[in-house]
């Protein structure tokens, strides 16, 4: 018999051939709170998952028991209230997040906007890339994202004082101009904690994930010294074919296999069938909606691949012409996007980029954030419809944040609107107040500048070009006057002006 060791690994030659022996130690530790117990006071932590999917809420109800707190933490967003990462906000545990989107959490946006928390908003792209960056070993890259923008400028605030002047702002990016269009400098993301959530693992530390709880798991696991990892299910080394392992165990340091878990749904979006009679009649905001659904709904070319923002735009898919075939990106990891389920058929490891419960198509493919904005920024979406706050005459668009009122975070909009893809904004023509939305320039913090290709509006459809708005399409009992009124920019008229139509 004889042996030879390789790094951890004993090959013993008997007479039936070789056969290893592991000389690692075990990855797996008997409980949340045991894995996190060296977490300290200021720790930086990068956490997993998207909205509530694929967070790692054991690990997070561990911290919230050791009261640890001055957590710097990166992730996607916070969670809700009273669920997720809102539960370190509830106990005051978190110092600084630095994330893409504050969502619906009423705590997060309380805590912020009263200067009891320091916020670090960063596009979901960039923050995707930042932390495969950094588990890389990259330090920093060049990204078009964010230029023209608060990340180009800086001062955006990071910390509030308690009568509201700024205690934090951001600092401006470096700038650099590569064949004649500009880029910024970001810096990669590294912690000292990276806390993951998987579905199955081998006791080597070797991942799958289910569905969309992939998300930001595996760019965040690689970030961290040390990655800490639960899952639903641990089998012995071999039993996971090496093909469908989506993060090797080198990134991983220890495993706990959870119980119970409640993987709330967010947003539970199902497909009910027709609207039974006697449902409530739609309103006039409702209707305005549909009307502006169906009119982007004919923006869709067949084969196209397209990417759909909160809100209207995701209401257009429900009107796509006979005959056409599209595929539906989702920011959050998935492309060939379904319908909504049909009760009973939801699954919490199946969302879109809107946190609803989504389904899969023949063909549909499944990937993680970091990868998801790579597609994007490498122009390989051909079209986005999304919603808008503001446009402006020459295209810019700002739809993410009201200064000291509104906070929801770039999310993905700010990638998807320097790709180089067809920009569509679905937009009501006026806001609350009556005021016109589409203005000469823009007061609102921007998403992007001269991005936006299209307006369509319940009113009026605009071509944009660098030389301003073409009106295009009028609504039925619309006059042009009527646009000019409720437009504060001059616009020219089309030659070929008509009315809209709808899918």
Not at 465 to 478: K, M, N, P
Not at 480 to 492: Q, R
Request: charged share 25%.
């Amino acid at each position: 018999m004889r042996q030879s060791t390789m790094r951890g690994i004993v090959l013993t030659r008997g007479s039936r051939g070789f056969h290893t022996t592991s000389l690692l130690r075990s990855k797996i530790v008997g409980s949340a709170e045991e894995a996190v117990k060296d977490v300290k006071d200021g720790s930086k932590l990068l956490v997993g998952g998207f909205g509530l999917c694929g967070i790692p809420e054991k690990l997070i109800g561990a911290l919230r028991t050791t009261g640890v707190k001055d957590l710097t933490v990166v992730s996607n967003n916070c969670g809700v209230d009273d669920f997720g990462l809102g539960l370190l906000l509830q106990t005051r545990q978190i110092k600084r997040m630095i994330s893409s989107y504050v969502g619906e959490n009423a705590i997060f946006e309380k805590q912020y906007l009263s200067g009891e928390l320091e916020l670090e908003l960063i596009p979901q792209g960039t923050l995707a890339e930042r932390c495969r960056a950094g588990g890389a070993g990259i330090p920093a890259f060049y990204t078009p994202t964010g230029v023209g923008t608060f990340l180009e400028e800086g001062g955006f605030p990071i910390k509030y004082n308690t009568d509201g002047s700024v205690a934090i702002a951001s600092k401006p990016r470096e700038v650099r101009e590569f064949n004649g269009r500009k880029f910024i400098m970001e810096e990669a993301i590294t912690g000292d904690f990276s806390l993951i959530k998987g579905w199955k693992a081998d006791t080597r530390g070797n991942i799958v994930f289910r569905y969309t709880a992939r998300n930001f798991n595996p760019p965040v696991a690689t970030a961290g010294k040390i990655c800490i990892a639960e899952v639903e299910e641990i089998v012995e080394a071999g039993s996971l074919h090496p093909d469908e392992i989506h993060l090797p165990g080198i990134y991983v340091n220890r495993l706990i296999k959870g119980t119970g878990y409640e993987k709330r749904i967010e947003k539970l979006t199902l497909d009910k069938g027709q609207p039974a009679k006697g449902d409530a009649p739609k309103n006039e905001a409702a209707i305005t909606r549909e009307k502006i659904a169906r009119r982007a709904a004919l923006e869709f070319q067949d084969g196209m691949y397209c990417n759909l923002g909160i809100g209207i735009p995701t209401l257009a898919s429900n009107y796509i012409r006979s005959g056409i075939h599209i595929e539906l990106q989702s920011e959050n990891g998935l492309l060939g996007m379904g319908p909504f389920p049909k009760p009973g058929n939801q699954d919490p490891d199946l969302i879109n980029a809107g946190k609803e419960t989504v389904t899969t198509l023949p063909g549909s493919s499944i990937f993680s954030s970091d990868q998801s904005f790579a597609m994007i920024r490498g122009a390989h979406v051909n079209l986005t419809i999304l919603g808008g706050m503001q446009v402006s005459s020459n295209g810019d668009l700002a739809n993410w944040v009201i200064p000291g009122k509104m906070v929801k975070g770039p999310g993905g909009a700010m990638d998807l609107t320097c790709s180089g893809s067809r920009v569509v904004v679905t937009m009501e023509h006026k806001d609350k107040s009556g005021k016109p939305k589409i203005l000469n320039r823009c007061n609102l913090p921007l998403t992007a500048q001269g991005c936006v290709n299209r307006i369509i509006t319940e009113m009026a459809v605009f071509d944009v070009d660098r030389s301003g708005l073409t009106l295009i399409e009028v609504a039925e009992g619309v006059t042009v006057d009527d646009v000019k009124k409720y437009t504060e920019p001059e616009f020219k008229v089309s030659p070929n002006l008509k009315k809209i139509a709808y899918a």
